[in-house]
């Protein structure tokens, strides 16, 4: 009879260790991720969320397609989840999809808000690393920031507004749309000043003012910009754009208002409109933080981190300062751009 029990005893237990194994190796099977842009059904061990600010911005498709490359190279599948008026999804929306599906790793533009803040913090008790991109929240506790830090922005921006400024008194016109304002925005905006204010000569005088604008949708930024241009009595020498968007309605409305010539446009990033205002000289300058960068870094932050348990907190990113001189080689590298990996 002992012999016996000890017999079902040693069964039991072979049976629990197969059953452990075969467990074991069922958990490990759904950390890998099957999924594919070609419907191929390609495997990825790790599975990371972009979450920009913004819908269908060409300078996040650009992001987006870096940081999709090297990850692909990093054994990773890199999901691109928006804020979407269609669906009413808000950037802490997305954090929170991102949070429940236990994603290896978040990349987001922070709006500033306690309650992504509070979401950031929440993902990374969790597990999951946050990189915060082009916009830091450094209160947060998110593991790295690519960009630029708001005293080097503003002193970029700062160096194109001297390069304009006329003889004797320059009136500069700052928009700041809902979109982009932030309390990282409002320190850009008061380095601009301070640093103008410092370089410029005693000669000049300088009147540095923000205009808000309600951007809700593009219509919304078109219209108030277009009130800009209907006084021409209070139309300044320079407006400076801090968004894509405000950048294409301001030129379009240099031309419908045909102030081409009596006002400058200090544009951000570049589109194919902003392309081509540039190489007419009709848009002295814009500014564009290196996208290539910025998406091979955030996901280099994120190996970094999971490989050794920590990361550098900061990378800092190349600007482009794109002119008539440079803007048809960016267009060419537009229209011929890298095949994915």
């Known amino acids: 009879m002992k012999k016996s029990t000890r017999t079902m005893f040693l069964i039991l237990s072979v049976c629990m260790v197969l059953l452990s194994c075969i467990w074991i190796y069922f958990q490990r099977s759904l950390d890998i991720i099957e999924l594919s842009d070609s419907g191929n059904g390609t495997a990825y061990k790790k599975h990371y969320v972009l979450i920009p600010d913004e819908e269908n911005s060409l300078l996040w498709e650009a992001v987006y397609e870096s940081a999709r490359n090297a990850a692909a190279e990093a054994d990773a599948y890199l999901e691109l989840i928006s804020p979407s008026e269609n669906t009413n999804y808000t950037q802490a929306d997305c954090l929170q999809i991102g949070i429940a599906s236990k994603v290896d790793g978040i990349i987001l533009k922070p709006d500033g808000s306690e309650t992504v803040r509070a979401l950031i913090d929440q ?71 301070r640093a103008i204010e410092q370089k410029k000569s005693d000669s000049q005088t300088v009147h540095v003012s ?26 300044p020498d320079i407006i400076l754009c801090m968004d894509e968007v405000a950048t294409e309605c301001t030129y379009q409305a240099l031309l419908d208002y045909n102030e081409v010539g009596n006002v400058n446009i200090i544009g951000f990033y570049y589109s194919d409109l902003i392309l081509d205002a540039l190489q007419k000289g009709t848009i002295p300058v814009t500014i564009a933080l290196n996208t290539e960068e910025i998406g091979q870094y955030s996901i280099a932050a994120l190996e970094e981190y999971l490989s050794l348990g ?3 907190s900061y990378y800092s990113v190349a600007i482009d300062i794109l002119t008539q001189k440079n803007a048809a080689s960016f267009a060419e590298q537009k229209e011929t751009p890298e095949e994915p990996s």
């Open 123 to 193: 993902a990374v008790e969790d597990g999951i690393p946050v990189i915060t991109v082009l916009e830091d929240d450094s209160d947060s506790q998110r593991i790295s920031f690519v960009g630029l830090n708001n005293y080097q922005m503003g002193d970029t921006y700062a160096s194109q507004v001297l390069e304009l400024l006329n003889p004797d008194t320059t009136d500069v016109m700052i928009l700041l749309s809902s979109e982009s304002r932030s309390p990282g925005t409002n320190l850009v905006y008061s380095q601009i000043v």
């Open 210 to 235: 923000p205009y808000s604008i309600d951007s809700s949708t593009d219509f919304d930024t078109e219209e108030a910009i277009r009130d800009i241009f209907l006084n021409s009595e209070t139309l």
């Open 310 to 312: 920590h990361a550098s």
